[in-house]
Every structure is written in structure tokens, then in C-alpha cells.
């Protein structure tokens, strides 16, 4: 758990008070104002209340210039980034017609396959010229081609399950298929930290949910045994069913899941296991094949394994894997593969050629390059932003590694100085994280250079210089020794 300097708390804190007693301030104004203007609802409600987007207007706005920057490249290693500009306070943005070139630090393009590939581009060339952009169908239809049948096989095998389905959207793929899973009677317990994805398809299926403490096993053991002793609420029924959702690496906090203790404490009680592999597929593990090759963990273990495409793989749309039988009933109940439009052809097939890569099958060693480099730019870059006296979250071997800023005023100081470099990052905060925890996440990827990274490191230093968010003493250098050079005639 991170413990915030009582300082940076008091701090943050202040800034937000005063951040919401302007906005109320300026709120009052402006139905002071308003009170003569006429009304043009005509008898409806506001379809937005002033409360409802207070954050928005008066806080968002002053900052959003950070969010969303739109790009007009392939998000490899360096980005083309459009200017923007505002002629009302950043309430709006206005494109420029120009770009700035700038090293990309903020997308998930772990391997490097978000950009032109020698193998897997021309492929996808040839997938669009027979199949087309879309199938213009669900699964269940017109939807399914040979493509699509050759990916769920492929991602089966890559991730050591006997069945797969594969849909269009990684987002769906949670959010649609955790409801079909479970509902009203059964019990999930879910990580604190799980992605919104989890949380919302949780809420859909009607099942009780309990919360463990993020990346706790003790805590996920103290839960189950005071559940199940408990039963159902009211009834105290035995629960139907007990799923544990995780995930491989948590995509705000850059930490790999304790698999083996989690997966050891389901296996004693019964409980099935929920794996989200979103942000750990393709990228750690000797041969990319997630958190549970990297720690060791038997994939029959893992009842349910869930993925995305996004990330490593450089396309779109997600998987879940698990037993012939699973995969069979989610074909026949999943909304997400009976009335959603498949995945695109040519998307698929990029995810085939991507996999074939890594595994060495396209005759090359290129996909065991590109997973040592990116452990090796991984470590090297959090181990020297440690270095610097910056607070970095997550673990060794992670891709993804959230540097803290916490006071509000520091997430737009700290992206705007960045980019003024031009070195692009992203920087998140409320609603996103809890209040006092923004942070600027750093992506890193194989596609990166020593040279990038190093650049990166000095553009970010001196901006947690400026911005004074290196809340720990930096690393002494060591000193070369000098010695003294005699001459004798």
C-alpha cells in the first residue's frame, strides 16, 4: 500500500479545498447571472446537473490540454503529436495543422507491434484485400471466417488451455462474459485495485460482492473463511459459486499479482480463479506468456484466463481461455459473441502473426528479442528513476511504472513540461485513482532505444526537478577515481 508523507497529504488536500471552494465561488456567480437569462429547457429537467459535472467544469477543464492529445502516427517508440491551442480557457481545444515528433511514453505498445511489422504488416495487407475492414456480422451469423477459428486455436495454445473465444473489444470482454459466469446467489471477491472493466461486469451479474485488500493473500484467506462461514445474506445459504478475480499486472500501480499464494488459498476453499491477463500477456515471462510462466504457476490452475490484444499484440479485442466446456457455454450465452460484431479480419489475423513472432515460428528470433529487451528497458528505466529519487510503484520485470505526484497542481506542470521536451506521457488522476494518489504512468517498450530511454530519464528529471516530486533523496554518484599518472624519463 502506498503511505503518502503527511506533508504531500496536508498539501493535496489544501489545493483540492481550495480547487472546490473557487468552483463553488464561480458557480454561485454564474446563477447570480444566469437568473435573468431565459430558459431554454422548455420544461425538462437539465440533462446535466451542476453538480453532476462540477468536476468537469471546474477542474477538468483547467487542466484537459494534458488529456486526450490526439496523434497522427503509428504509436511506435516516437509519436507525432498535434498541436492544440484555446481561445477560452481550455474549456475548448482547437487542432493545429502542425504535429510535434515526440518519444511516446504513454502507449501500451510493450513488444513493438503497434507499428509496421516485416511480418505480420503484410499479412494484415492481405487479410484486408480478401476478407474487408469488418464482418459486418456477429460470431453467431455472417461473422466467423477461417481467421477467426485460427485465432481462438492460436491463443489456446499460446496460453496453455484447451479452448478459447476471442471478441472484439477488451473492455466487453470483462464487463460482458463476468455476468454469464456468475449471478444471484453466487460470491465474487475482487481485488481492490481491479480494473473498471471487472468492477461494472460485476455489478451486472447480480452476484454478492466482497473486496479483498490489493494484493493481499492473507487478507483474500480472512475473506473466504468469513464468507463462507457466513453464507448467503439473509438466508445464509451456501453460496452457488466463489469467484476470485485478480489480475496479472495492475495497469495504475505497475504490480505483478501474488499467483501462487492466491491460487494455493482458492484451491483450499474451493474457489474459482478469475485471471486477468491484460497487461502481462506477451509481455513478461520467458516466452511472453504472462504471470504465470514468469511465477511459475501451472495454467490448469487458473480456471478462467482472460486477455486483451491491446497491449502486446498490437490490435484489438480480447480472450477468454479456459476448459472445452466453459468455452462452449460462453459461446452460447456470452452477449459479446452472440450480438457484438466480431473482430475484425485483418485484426485477428495481425494477433496470429504477432503470436507467431514471439514464438520463433516466423523463422526468426526476432520475438525473443524483443521480450528480453523489453524486461532489460523495464528494469533499467525504474531502476534509474529510483536512482533519481522519485516514488515508483510496481515491481521489476513490469512494463508499466506510475511515477507519484499526488498535489493536482503537479499533474499538468509535470505533463505540459514533459511534452514542452517533447517527451509524451500520461498523467492520471481523479476519478481515475483515489484523490490524493495522481500519478504520471510511463509505459516502456521493446521498440525503445537505450538512447530513447536515457533522453527520457533526463527530460523527467529535470521536470521532477521543476516540479519538485522527487520525494526521495536521489542516489549518490559514484566517483571515479583519478589516479595519478608518474612519467619517468
Known amino acids: 500500500m502506498?503511505?503518502?508523507?503527511?506533508?504531500?497529504?496536508?498539501?493535496?488536500?489544501?489545493?483540492?479545498?481550495?480547487?472546490?471552494a473557487f468552483g463553488q465561488l464561480r458557480d454561485y456567480s454564474r446563477r447570480i447571472f444566469?437568473?435573468?437569462?431565459?430558459?431554454?429547457?422548455?420544461?425538462?429537467?437539465?440533462?446535466?446537473?451542476?453538480h453532476e459535472d462540477f468536476y468537469i467544469r471546474r477542474l477538468y477543464h483547467r487542466i484537459q490540454d494534458c488529456f486526450g492529445r490526439p496523434i497522427s502516427s503509428a504509436p511506435d517508440a516516437w509519436v507525432d503529436v498535434v498541436e492544440r491551442f484555446s481561445n477560452d480557457n481550455n474549456k475548448t481545444l482547437k487542432r493545429r495543422t502542425k504535429s510535434t515528433r515526440c518519444l511516446n511514453l504513454g502507449s501500451y505498445n510493450y513488444l513493438g507491434f503497434g507499428s509496421y511489422d516485416e511480418y505480420c504488416t503484410p499479412l494484415v495487407i492481405d487479410s484486408l484485400k480478401k476478407f474487408s475492414p469488418s464482418t459486418c456480422s456477429s460470431r453467431v451469423d455472417a461473422g466467423t471466417t477461417s481467421v477467426h477459428a485460427e485465432l481462438e486455436e492460436c491463443v489456446a495454445k499460446y496460453v496453455g488451455k484447451p479452448a478459447a473465444i476471442v471478441t472484439g473489444m477488451g473492455y466487453a470482454t470483462n464487463s460482458a462474459i463476468i455476468p454469464v459466469l456468475i449471478g444471484k446467489g453466487g460470491l465474487i471477491i475482487s481485488d481492490s485495485l481491479n480494473h473498471t472493466s471487472i468492477v461494472n461486469g460485476a455489478r451486472g451479474s447480480g452476484a454478492t460482492i466482497r473486496v479483498f485488500q490489493h494484493n493481499t493473500p492473507a487478507h483474500l484467506e480472512r475473506v473466504l473463511k468469513e464468507q463462507i462461514a457466513e453464507g448467503q445474506p439473509r438466508t445464509h445459504r451456501p453460496w452457488k459459486k466463489i469467484i476470485v478475480v485478480v489480475e496479472g499486472i495492475?495497469?495504475?500501480?505497475?504490480?505483478?499479482c501474488q499467483l501462487p499464494e492466491i491460487v494455493s488459498i482458492c484451491k483450499k476453499y474451493k474457489a474459482y480463479v478469475y485471471l486477468d491477463e491484460a497487461h502481462s500477456i506477451g509481455a513478461i515471462g520467458k516466452t511472453g506468456r504472462g504471470v504465470c510462466e514468469l511465477l511459475g504457476v501451472d495454467t490448469a490452475d487458473v480456471d478462467i484466463m482472460m486477455g486483451t490484444f491491446t497491449k502486446s499484440f498490437g490490435s484489438c479485442g480480447g480472450y477468454i481461455a479456459g476448459s472445452k466446456d466453459l468455452i462452449q457455454y460462453l459461446k452460447y450465452h456470452c452477449p459479446a459473441h452472440l450480438y457484438a460484431t466480431s473482430i475484425s479480419t485483418p485484426s485477428a489475423q495481425q494477433i496470429i502473426s504477432a503470436i507467431k513472432v514471439i514464438l520463433g515460428e516466423d523463422g526468426s528470433n526476432r520475438g525473443a528479442q524483443k521480450l528480453a529487451r523489453i524486461r532489460e528497458n523495464s528494469n533499467f528505466f525504474r531502476a534509474e528513476l529510483q536512482k533519481?529519487?522519485?516514488?515508483?510503484?510496481?515491481?521489476?520485470?513490469?512494463?508499466?511504472?506510475?511515477?507519484?505526484?499526488y498535489n493536482p497542481a503537479k499533474i499538468p506542470a509535470f505533463s505540459r513540461e514533459c511534452l514542452r521536451e517533447n517527451v509524451a506521457v500520461v498523467v492520471v488522476g481523479f476519478p481515475a485513482t483515489p484523490l490524493l494518489l495522481a500519478r504520471a504512468r510511463i509505459c516502456i517498450s521493446a521498440s525503445h532505444s537505450r538512447e530513447d530511454l536515457i533522453k527520457a530519464l533526463q527530460v523527467i528529471s529535470k521536470a521532477g526537478d521543476l516540479t519538485g516530486i522527487k520525494y526521495f533523496p536521489?542516489?549518490?554518484?559514484?566517483?571515479?577515481?583519478?589516479k595519478d599518472t608518474i612519467k619517468l624519463d
Open 250 to 256: 495492475y495497469s495504475m500501480e505497475g504490480e505483478i
Open 474 to 482: 536521489a542516489a549518490p554518484k559514484k566517483q571515479e577515481e583519478v
Open 2 to 20: 502506498i503511505t503518502i508523507p503527511y506533508l504531500t497529504a496536508v498539501s493535496t488536500y489544501f489545493s483540492y479545498g481550495l480547487l472546490f
Open 34 to 50: 444566469d437568473w435573468w437569462s431565459t430558459n431554454n429547457l422548455h420544461g425538462y429537467a437539465p440533462i446535466c446537473l451542476a
Open 388 to 405: 533519481m529519487g522519485f516514488e515508483v510503484l510496481g515491481d521489476n520485470d513490469s512494463p508499466v511504472m506510475p511515477i507519484m505526484l
